[in-house]
């Protein structure tokens, strides 16, 4: 990340058109890196976002015994090398930088018997805490302590145990079942998470020799198999569906035609076909997706549920889809009550948005009207741009490290498909 803070500056451009590359997944990246914990080696990961939170969550394992390093002639490829003298202690000044890095928290416990653990931070929308992560291990045989923001846990070998959780946490899922792979015996997660990122993650480990059934289902089945018996693997990241729909959201608000090399319609499903609803074209190619946008989108209503529903992560871009589409849509948040923060931001832009608890009214005005406003988190800040771009006028873009800590390039690919939008020095 840059010292100087620097801006993002759009002027109201489109319609838009060309061809963009949709990079790897930030979600699925950072939870791949912290898996690498369970073996000894050298583990390479391809199509690896450059962003923020890859730097961090490599500092972070740094701290803990495994160096990442860019390859110095592949793009976009990251190798990560497990010395095997590991230090299972996540420092504060590191923790408190992402959410993600709690994933550390199952690979250390399985492998090195004992974690401390400062107790995770993240984007800044509500209280996230960590109760289903810990009650599921305690099952599998773990004790905890908290004190003085940190956790500590403990088990000389974790046991197999079938875990319901309440609602299907994305990380929840991923920590039990890394924490599965040494247990001994059979672990059974019911309700879990069903994101593809959670299967890239699945796949990853069972590619590494751990023994997983269910991928892809709500219930995941992990056999134990004995420590050091995993092997550090070459591994493909999956691409990130919340940086297409970035995509498919600028192509929304200006028209026009992209395509999104490397975007996977099977993830983005029931998004895409709200998109559709709202007068977008898209088509399913071998190895990406086409978009067509109208000259003016209408109006729909869109309610946010874990996957396969409408991701969370998407509702600040569709909430500014709705911002300039023909009628009135109401989105509902189920995941995250202060997830709204951003709307204040997008009326300062001209939007017309009025939220009450869970639920945002939007009413489509033909267009915004460009205004300095606040990044507030990564998807809002990344929704601001897309604001942008509908919008007359200058609209300059503050607090950009959220953006960055996200999403590749948003600026150049935004550019290489005729955008009219730069970083400048703050
Ligand atoms: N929750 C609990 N207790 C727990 C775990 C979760 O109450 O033990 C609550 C949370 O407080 C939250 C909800 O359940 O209200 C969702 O939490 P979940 O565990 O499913 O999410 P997460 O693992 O913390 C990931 C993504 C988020 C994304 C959510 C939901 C990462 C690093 N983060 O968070 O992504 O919004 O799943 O899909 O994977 C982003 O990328 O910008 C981002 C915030």
Redesign the pocket.
Known sequence: MDSAPEHIVVHRSGPLHGEVTVPGA???V??LMATTLLTNGVTTLTNVPDIA?VAIMGDLLDAIGVTTAWHPTEHRVLQLTNHGALTPVAPYELVER???S??VLGPLLTRCGTVRLSLPG??D???????????GLEAMGATFTIEHGYVEAAADRLHGANITFD????????NILTAAVFAKGTTVIDNA?R?P?IADLCNFLVAMGADVEGIGSSTLVVHGVERGSLHPVTHEVVPDR?QAATYIAAAGVTGGEIRLRNARYDHMEMLLRRFVDMGLSITAQADGLSVWAPERMRATDVATL??PGI???YKPLVVTMLAVADGVGIVTEN???GRFRYVEELQRLGAEISTDGHHAVVRGVPHLSGAPVRAP???AGAALVVAGLAATGETVISGIHHID??YDDLVGRLRALGADIERRPG
């Open positions: 930030k979600n699925s950072l939870k939170d992402i959410r993600a709690i994933n993240g984007d929308f509500g209280s996230r805490p960590i109760d289903m992560h810990m009650a609602f299907p946490s994305v990380g929840a899922t991923e998470a994101e990122e919340i874990p996957y991701a969370t992560d995941l995250y009550p988190d990564i998807r800590r996200g």
